[in-house]
Each structure stands twice: as structure tokens, then as C-alpha cells.
């Protein structure tokens, strides 16, 4: 398996706060701290259409627009377990991430480690501006990722016994 990270960010930058994913990844693609060798995805809403992208991905942070019923503009995190009650979108066109790790998994091809943050959207009306209380959102959304790349790179310390 080849070993690299990748940021997804996913939205529709028509849906107002939906598009917030692929905003926060044009801001990273703009920001010296991400660590080199980092891929930087503009998914969109392509959907199963990213199963190809994601092939040997060892880490994979996703970034999206999440209604968990909380303040627009709130940081969301999840990882582990908790992905498994992550607040899904209801399309007909898109299918949702989700099913987007689903279909990795039947295909062995699920990364090590995945971590979503997402923001909670005020609106998803028509639009391609963010609302306010995201846009504000967006600066920490984008440190806390680079937190999170920079803890993925750090070089791991082996203990032996003597």
C-alpha cells in the first residue's frame, strides 16, 4: 500500500455553506505549514467518482459541511468510532461519504486513519458565498488541519528494550 496522506475537502460551492470543504482546500493549497507530501483534494461532489483518488491512501482527513444541529460556524471532529453516527447529507445526486467508505472498505482499500472536521452550515440555499458565522469559522477550521497534518508527519520515536 502506498503511504500518503491526503485532505479531501468536499461541498458545492453553488449550496452557500456546503462549499465550505473545497474553500478550506484553497486556503490550504495557499498555506506554507502543510507539510510536504501532502495531497490536497478538491472533491467536490463527485462522490464515488473520488474512489480512484483515494486508492493507497494511508491517511485521510475530510473536510465538509456538517448539520449536527449546533450554531452555524461550529468545528466538528470526528475519528474512530464516531464516524460511524456521522450526520449524513440526503441527495439523489450525490452519494454520501458514507457510502464513499463503504465502498473503500469492500474494495480493501480503507485508509489506516480518517478524520473528518467539518462546520456546521447556517445556510446551503443558493449561493456562493459563505455566511458570515462560517466564513469566521474557516481560519481556526484551516489551524486545526494543519494541527492535525503536522501530528500525522511527526517522525515516530521507537522504544526498545536493551
Known amino acids: ?3 500518503h496522506t491526503m485532505v479531501l475537502g468536499l461541498g458545492n460551492l453553488v449550496h452557500a455553506d456546503d462549499g465550505v470543504g473545497v474553500h478550506a482546500i484553497e486556503r490550504l493549497q495557499r498555506d506554507a505549514r502543510v507539510p510536504p507530501g501532502v495531497f490536497l483534494v478538491d ?3 463527485q462522490g464515488l467518482g473520488l474512489l480512484h483518488h483515494l486508492s493507497g491512501v494511508q491517511r485521510l482527513l475530510v473536510i465538509d459541511a456538517i448539520d449536527a444541529g449546533e450554531p452555524a460556524g461550529t468545528l466538528l471532529r470526528f475519528e474512530g468510532k464516531a464516524l460511524r453516527g ?3 447529507k440526503a441527495s439523489v445526486h450525490q452519494l454520501g ?3 464513499l467508505m463503504v465502498a473503500l472498505q469492500l474494495l480493501g482499500e ?3 486513519e480518517v ?3 467539518g462546520v456546521q ?3 446551503t440555499a443558493w449561493g456562493a458565498e459563505l455566511t458570515q458565522p ?3 469559522a474557516v481560519a481556526s477550521l484551516v489551524d486545526q488541519v494543519v494541527g492535525q497534518l503536522e501530528l500525522w508527519s511527526a517522525p515516530v520515536l521507537c522504544h526498545t528494550k536493551a
Request: net charge negative; charged share 10%.
Open 86 to 88: 456521522l450526520p449524513g
Open 43 to 45: 472533491g467536490g461532489t
Open 115 to 117: 478524520v473528518v472536521y
Open 121 to 123: 452550515p447556517g445556510s
Open 110 to 112: 480503507s485508509p489506516d
Open 97 to 99: 461519504f458514507a457510502d
Open 1 to 3: 500500500m502506498t503511504q
Open 134 to 136: 462560517v466564513e469566521n
